[in-house]
């Protein structure tokens, strides 16, 4: 077994033998014009020698493989265990007299770095940056091995193991090589991004610099100068007043030093250093294909390379052709859905929305806005049409470009625009629609068009389950195509319209009149045909089948996917709670949380995912406390515009004032639980498709073709349709589409973004809120204090009554966690999304778009939600 690989070595290496850091240092010192400190690595077959059969350590790392990332107290207690084990072990003789060969043909006399390099370090998909301990200036021979066991056991510190855990890496398959090299005594180190580290402008290089060595800037010892280069120009200068530096001691170790006066506040490199830095980092970035984070330090005017490492958390490039600039805007933030979509789900998505011109970015779906934003008009149109949507960060972003003349400037003209102008006698239809649904105020106006939609999905359902192989897909695409032009009919969109159109009157006229805001959110509570408000009280209705049966109520607890109701049917009352079940799935199964993707499993594929809301149901309310609450919530709206009608009756001809505020207060409740059926009626044909292709799955399965029924996930719908129609499919397609998922999986979208990869942010104007508040936007009227709930999945909603809701974000399957809730906290969204749209149908105090949200909010946290002016108070 090999335990050394020098740098100078001409033989083939792996990066399991060296690990990350060592595998790129190898590959870099052998660069024309690249500069990397001589060295060499002690193998990771050295780490497997010394502990590959200590029955103790195996012992150790089974117990840790057992652990979850919350159970920090046992990872605490074993992670010190297994560096105890690690430390105290001697290195087998073979390996010490090899790195004391190595040593020897270095130099016995010199300081040495000795730097950790991991197996699952410094890759593509994750850096580990910061995981594992480097130690610097250390010297002879006995120390230099000391410290080698020291890398080791970095190996199972607490921040490395939450990082595998977090990341889905085996403990006992990562395994540890050491770099060793002469040490450096520089006169200034630092770090380079090829990639801004703030905006991801993959055309701006970022250099930190200091004096001595780069521990100061990496321990947050130092403010370092901070030099910007785009294209070998100094675009942006920061000099740092830089009082301290950390510099190698004689006999070994490292010390902070005073900086001397002179030296503070001068520039750490010339601008000819500076540019001359940015092209190695450019010929290393061209090197490897992608951004670098690199470690570089200057000794005696010349540059040296101590580290390169992708850097892993920058969200995809788009592609686009010619070099023009182009922006492109999330499709995600407006439809509630920052997750990644499979290919499967993502041709549904695109065909539902219609956005062209479009791209896939990272797994999700981004407008690209150039030509809406390349002209005056163009901008007028967009910057409206987006802030319909009511996120005031993608508005504020959108207006930062429209600002930015330069960019502006860069910007191609052309007629393929994502917003397009509607056809006059549609628009004029549609109106005269609205105008009709106006003057009837009729509710059975809504159950009509439902009703009418309900018996065409279930004929469609009759049809499909008839046929199989390319008759089934061929179905399938002509049904839905231009399912949104089918659904949006005149009759339809009018009632939409009557509807939006009552809400703007209403609250602008009660501003005027009383100085109250968002005023048509207050009486939403129990509203006629909502689907939303149905499935939430429906489940409140199963909680009162079960809640008189304590064996199913235990079994609740630890369910089984796979047996459920197999499980349920055998305790008393199993019967009568299996058929609540089920009925209540037949109507809302369809559901699930990020819906739009058709891949996605849905309750009736995977009913333990609504158990947590029924236990909790049960926990929180008495018996019929559907009704209760139904009720409750007619009573409080009538109340709420018994309020407004008579606080505008006494104004100068409130009469007729107040006669109108109570008629369109009642238009408003009639027609707007319209609004989320369109969404519901897709999610009703998504689930019949995707029960029919999962049977074209099987088949496929069946012969062989695919792995796993999945597998079809990751097929765009008209490949799905060739491999059916001809048998055939390339499997490494849906491996290497499994693999981009993963790590697509793990990034953080960004609202809007340029073809550069620069993320624009927008800002709230925070002027008018409390210090410290966190802004957001006001989508739910009303003030609210209680204490935060922050939850992440769904299916993991534990909830008392009265708390408040923190997550990233909802869509219409959360509906049900709204029953017990008091307020709502997400991180997207905005005023007509469909979290926002549920809060203000249950009466919630509502602020979306707060960003990181549920990391700045902790858990049992007691928070105020201020619904009506837009911001978030941490009160303990």
């Given amino acids: 077994m090999i335990y050394i690989h020098s740098f100078n070595e001409s033989t083939q290496f792996e990066l399991s033998s060296v690990g990350g850091k060592g595998d790129n240092l190898i590959k870099l010192s052998k660069l024309n014009g690249i500069k990397v400190p001589d060295g060499f690595c002690v193998t990771t077959g050295a780490y ?91 010297i002879g021979r006995d120390s230099i091995l000391k410290h080698i066991s020291k890398c080791w056991a970095s190996l199972f510190t607490e921040r490395a193991v939450s990082y595998r855990i977090q990341n889905n890496f085996d403990h006992a398959k990562v395994f540890l090589a050491v770099v060793i090299q002469p040490m450096l005594i520089p006169e200034s180190s630092g770090i380079m991004f090829t990639a801004d580290p703030l905006t991801s402008n993959r055309k701006v290089l970022s250099i930190d610099a200091s004096y001595g060595l780069g521990e100061a800037i990496v321990s947050g010892l130092v403010s370092p100068d901070i030099y910007k280069v785009r294209g070998n120009k100094i675009i942006n200068k920061k000099i740092a007043a830089k009082n301290i530096a950390i510099y190698a001691l004689e006999d070994g170790g490292i010390e902070e030093r005073k900086i001397e006066p002179d030296l503070i506040n001068k520039q750490t490199l010339t601008d000819e250093q500076i540019l001359r830095l940015e092209q190695t980092g450019r010929q290393i970035e061209t090197y490897f294909s992608c951004p670098q984070d690199i470690e570089w330090c200057l000794s005696e005017n010349q540059f040296y390379i101590v580290q390169s490492r992708p850097i892993t958390t920058l969200y995809p490039i788009p592609k686009v052709t010619g070099g023009e600039a182009h922006v492109f805007l999330s499709s995600g933030h407006m439809q509630m859905m920052t997750a990644p979509i499979k290919p499967l789900g993502m041709s549904f998505f695109k065909s539902v929305l219609g956005l062209s011109p479009s791209q896939e970015i990272g797994g999700r779906l981004y407008a690209d806005m150039t030509h809406d934003l390349a002209t005056p008009l163009g901008r007028i149109i967009a910057k409206s049409f987006i802030s319909m949507v009511g996120d005031d ?49 009729d509710p059975d106006i809504i159950k009509g068009l439902t009703a009418k939609e309900d018996n065409a999905i279930e004929k469609m359902k009759e049809e499909i389950e008839k046929l199989s192989g390319n008759e089934v897909i061929d179905y399938i695409e002509k049904d839905h195509d231009k399912r949104r032009q089918k659904i949006a009919t ?43 408000a149905e499935t939430g009280f429906g489940l409140l209705d199963v909680a009162d089948t079960i809640r008189d049966y304590p064996e199913i109520i235990d079994y609740l607890n630890n369910p089984n996917d796979e047996t459920f109701f197999e499980d349920i049917a055998k305790f008393t009352g199993g019967e009568s709670v299996c058929k609540s079940i089920q009925t209540y799935l037949s109507k809302y199964g369809m559901r699930c949380s990020g819906d739009i993707d058709i891949t996605v499993p849905r309750w009736s594929e995977k009913p333990t995912e609504i158990v947590p809301i029924i236990l909790s149901n049960i926990k929180n309310f008495g018996p019929n406390a ?136 927008g800002e709230y104007d925070t002027a008018d809120i409390p210090k410290d508040a966190l802004p957001g936007i006001a989508v739910s009227a009303g003030i609210i204090e209680g204490r935060a709930k922050v939850v992440y999945r769904f299916q993991e909603a534990e909830l008392e009554d009265g708390d408040i809701l923190v997550t ?20 997207v969204g905005g005023l007509v999304t469909h979290g926002a749209i549920i809060a203000r149908e249950y009466g919630l105090p509502a602020v979306v778009s707060v960003e990181n949200a549920t990391r700045l909010i902790k858990d049992g946290q007691m928070i105020r939600v201020n619904g009506t002016e837009g911001y978030i108070e941490i009160l303990s």
């Fill in 490 to 532: 005149p009759a339809n969109a009018g009632a939409l319209t009557a509807v939006l159109l009552s809400e703007k009157w209403f609250s602008r006229k009660i501003k005027k009149w009383l100085g109250i805001k968002n005023a048509a959110d207050t009486f939403l509570m129990s509203i006629p045909n909502s689907i939303t």
């Fill in 626 to 761: 559907s009704k209760l609450k139904f009720d409750q919530g007619i009573t409080e709206s009538m109340r709420r515009i018994d309020e407004l009608a008579g606080k505008v009756k006494k104004l100068p001809g409130g009469r007729k004032k107040a006669e109108r505020v109570r008629r369109i207060a009642g238009l408003i409740r009639n027609y707007i639980g319209y609004r989320e059926y369109p969404k519901f009626s897709y999610m009703k044909r998504y689930f019949i498709y995707k029960q029919a292709m999962l049977k074209e799955a099987a088949r496929l399965l069946d012969k062989g073709i695919i792995k796993e029924l999945e597998d079809v996930y990751y097929l765009y719908f008209d490949e799905l349709k060739e491999v059916v129609n001809t048998g055939r499919l390339d499997y490494s397609i849906i491996e290497s589409r499994k693999k981009d998922y993963k790590g697509w999986e793990k990034l953080t979208p960004p609202r809007v973004m340029t073809s550069e990869g620069e993320i624009i942010s």
């Fill in 393 to 441: 960060l993608i508005t504020n972003a959108i207006t930062q470009i429209i600002n930015n003349k330069k960019l502006i400037k860069t910007l191609p003209k052309g007629k393929d625009k994502v917003i397009k102008p509607e056809n006059n006698s549609g628009v004029i239809s549609i109106m005269l629609n609205a105008y009709k649904i106006f003057k009837k105020n």
């Fill in 808 to 827: 990233e974000f909802t869509d219409p399957s959360w509906t049900p966690l709204f029953v017990s809730i008091k307020g709502l906290v997400t991180e």
């Fill in 48 to 138: 497997k020698k010394t502990f590959g059969e200590n029955a103790e350590l195996n012992s150790l790392l089974d117990h840790l493989s057992l652990q979850k990332k919350d159970e920090m107290d046992n990872i605490r207690t074993i992670s010190a265990q297994i560096r105890s084990v690690i430390e105290n072990k001697v290195i087998p003789e073979d390996i010490t007299e090899a790195i004391t060969a190595e040593l020897k043909e270095c130099g016995e006399d010199h300081s040495y770095a000795v730097r950790s390099s991991a197996t699952a370090e410094d890759l593509p998909t994750a850096s580990f940056a910061g995981q594992h301990d480097t130690y610097l200036n250390i």
